[in-house]
């Protein structure tokens, strides 16, 4: 006789699917839902250990379940000392193009008056020449969290997920911000003038508050509106915190912040932040011995030739000629004799028609003070194609303290999950005369 072992099989895992209806519904939940699956692998997974992962959502279809794991893991990270994040202005306009697409930001010239003369028609003047800035959204960048399926298993009895979770979206969401606070702390170079002592951290006398006024001069003199910023590093926040009473005295400061919660706040206008990422610590070029030709460069003046002289001159440095006691922020270097450009508003005093020399100043920290408008960030989430890609789900996720919003991703691979926390930006300073150093 023919044996049908199709037929066979058929039965037998009838029989054995039969077999599993009591044990489903006495297994609870989980037993019930894998059973109404119709498969005996389902209702194995179940009993072993997947609800226990469902506890913090990483075996979760959609990323519902992983929002307070996320926004616990963004309380961690907020409180990192990011504070150019939260200086610098947002700009609505740059977000949406694509990556490396410029954008130009219009510039307006200053506008020269004229005498008034009287006559049959008004002067026909007026016309200007607009000056533009690029900015583009330069990065589009993620950071991945996996877990495999024996990953799983192995942390599943541990009582540990929830506090391994968090700390992996920490890590990502730490990455993120450290990496936007150091491309936003990068644009000292494009500062118009430093103030200070370079290698000695200001702040550093008590009752003294010359290097608040030595910025704001700067800014007022250059024409800087309000919503000021200072971003310190941490050498400078000690010696504020440490040395200066008359901020931690109560009854001099009027406040009781900075003394019994160490919260800085505003200072002369300046709203006071700390940055440990984003204040960088610059070595300056080589250059030495360099002058100027004897042409004479007149106030206003950003190109400079240099003759005689050798080694670098690189961009960020701090530059001052002799007989001028400011401190110009390079633009654009050299290796050899040829033409500095410093940033606007360019020299505040007049070099005159002989070679006269330049010095190139130390290196150190450039901590930096700003209108809030100088300085442009631009976030969005990074792009997908028409119809959308793999991910299962998508959710987006706005820290309160900084306001970024990120982009977390789940796909559902191969016997793992993969996240991705991803945002996409760009930085430029726009207005480099509403910016400065301090030097540090």
């Known amino acids: 006789m023919k044996v049908n072992y199709k037929w066979v099989g058929t039965q037998l895992l009838r029989l054995a699917l039969l077999a599993l209806v009591i044990p489903a519904f006495y297994a609870g939940p989980w037993g019930v839902a894998a059973y109404a699956a119709g498969a005996a692998g389902a209702v194995l997974y179940a009993q072993s250990g997947h609800g226990l992962q469902a506890s913090y959502g990483l075996q979760a279809n959609t990323l519902t379940n992983l929002i307070p794991t996320l926004y616990e893991a963004l309380d961690v990270v907020s409180r990192e000392l990011v504070g150019f994040i939260s200086a610098v202005a947002r700009n609505s306009t740059v977000d949406r193009v694509a990556v490396n697409q410029p954008v130009n930001i219009p510039v307006v010239p200053p506008i020269v008056g004229g005498n008034i003369t009287p006559g ?47 700390q992996q979206f920490a890590q990502a969401f730490r990455a993120a911000t450290n990496e ?130 050798s080694g670098t001159i690189v961009a960020g440095d701090n530059v001052t000629f002799a007989g001028d006691t400011n401190i110009y922020v390079v633009k654009t270097g050299i290796a050899a004799p040829g033409t500095i450009t410093i940033n606007e508003p360019g020299l505040r005093v007049a070099i005159p028609a002989s070679a006269t020399a330049l010095t190139v100043g130390t290196g150190g920290t450039r901590n930096m003070a700003f209108s809030r408008s100088a300085i442009q960030l631009a976030t969005r ?33 191969y016997r793992q999950l993969k996240y991705e926390v991803a945002i996409a930006w760009g930085q430029q300073m726009v207005a480099p005369r509403h910016a400065c150093n301090l030097l540090g």
């Open 120 to 166: 049959a028609t008004p002067p026909s003047d007026g016309d200007q020449v607009f000056g533009n800035v690029v900015m583009t959204i330069s990065k589009s960048r993620y950071w991945p969290v996996r877990w495999t399926g024996e990953e799983q298993r192995q942390v599943g009895f541990t009582g540990l997920q929830q506090s391994i979770a968090v």
């Open 381 to 413: 989430a990074p792009a997908l194609p028409e119809g959308g890609d793999m991910a299962d789900d998508r959710q987006m996720i706005t820290d309160p303290v900084t306001g970024l919003s990120f982009e977390v991703s789940l796909y559902r691979q």
């Open 180 to 309: 936007i606070e150091a491309d936003l702390g990068a644009l000292y170079v494009l500062a118009s003038r430093g103030f200070g002592t370079a290698g000695t951290a200001p702040f550093a006398t008590n009752a003294d508050f010359s290097d608040f006024a030595g910025v704001l001069r700067i800014l007022d003199d250059n024409g800087a509106p309000g919503d000021r910023q200072l971003v310190l590093g941490s050498a400078a926040i000690a010696n504020v915190r440490g040395k200066q009473s008359l901020l931690f005295k109560a009854n001099e400061s009027g406040t009781q912040d900075l003394l019994r919660r160490g919260v800085l706040g505003q200072v002369e206008g300046l709203d006071v932040h700390n940055s440990t990422l984003g204040t960088k610590t610059v070595v300056k070029g080589t250059g030495a011995a360099y002058t100027s030709t004897a042409a004479g460069f007149a106030v206003g003046t950003v190109d400079i030739p240099l003759i005689t002289g």
